[in-house]
């Protein structure tokens, strides 16, 4: 008996009816967003990050990281300003308040308030699930109004899970900058929430540039994430980072 099953199964599973075709404008559009994301990579956005080992100039950068409570609240936070020379680092500022508490994520939570550190390869999927043809019909492709980065007009693609299809994959959403010019990818911000037996996570990843003379360059990173485990109270940390160059804000120098 139990081997007679295994043909109505196989039939059942092979007469499954195949997902519902998109709307021919909606597919449209999905494709015209698909072929610009196959072109990006996160090179232009590491390069941005990488020349400031090579400026010639100072800069400032003002990191803070914050723990909230489950309801929002700060609950303790450290800030630090730093003018980076070529050859010398130096304090502008300083101030924290509270103590940290990260419970059993301490491995799960790298904050660090020093000096600035690439984040694009730690955030930035090299091969995103929106792209592999297996996985495609899970998420809804758009386009959004155009904007602005500083003064220069940027492109805004986005990826969204769909529901029920989309349930399972850990990118819920997604914003993509683009140099309207240049095509260039120039800023993201990336949702993801991630939920098993032992540990739940979910996080927000925002990296974006500015446009200034010598190309784009390193303008505001923020990373939020909230952490849960059975039994253990929830962490909630956010890291912020800014930089300001000398021909932004000459008063600061």
């Known amino acids: ?27 449209a559009e999905r494709d015209s967003v698909l072929a610009v994301l196959r072109t990006l990579d996160g090179d232009d956005l590491t ?19 914050v723990q909230l409570g489950p309801d929002g609240t700060r609950t303790a936070f450290q800030s630090r300003t730093l003018n980076i020379a070529p050859d010398d680092t130096t304090v502008i500022s300083s101030d924290s308040s509270g103590t940290f508490d990260y419970g059993g994520f ?3 939570t790298p904050w660090d308030a020093g000096s600035g550190v690439n984040p694009v390869p730690l955030t930035l999927p090299e091969e995103p699930a929106w792209l592999d043809p297996r996985g495609r019909e899970a998420f809804r492709f758009g386009m959004a109004p155009d904007s602005l980065l500083g003064d220069r007009p940027v492109r805004v693609l986005t990826v969204e899970a769909r529901p029920g299809e989309g349930d399972d994959q850990p990118l819920r959403h997604a914003r993509l900058y683009l140099d309207a010019e240049t095509n260039e990818l ?37 990373f939020e994430t909230a952490l849960d485990a059975p039994l253990v109270t929830q962490r909630r940390f956010r890291l912020t980072r800014h930089y300001t160059f000398p021909d932004e804000s000459p008063s600061l120098y």
């Open 1 to 27: 008996m139990r081997f007679a099953l295994l043909p109505l199964l196989l039939l059942v599973a092979c007469t499954e009816p195949p997902p519902e075709p998109l709307p021919a404008a909606e597919a």
């Open 47 to 65: 390069l941005a990050f990488t020349r400031l080992d090579e400026m010639e100039a100072s800069y400032l950068l003002e990191t803070q990281v």
């Open 106 to 108: 301490a491995d799960a």
């Open 186 to 222: 120039v800023g993201f911000r990336l949702h993801r929430a991630m939920n098993a037996v032992l540990f739940g996570e979910a996080s927000v990843a925002l990296v974006l540039l500015h446009p200034g003379p010598d190309g784009w360059r390193p303008h505001r990173t923020r």
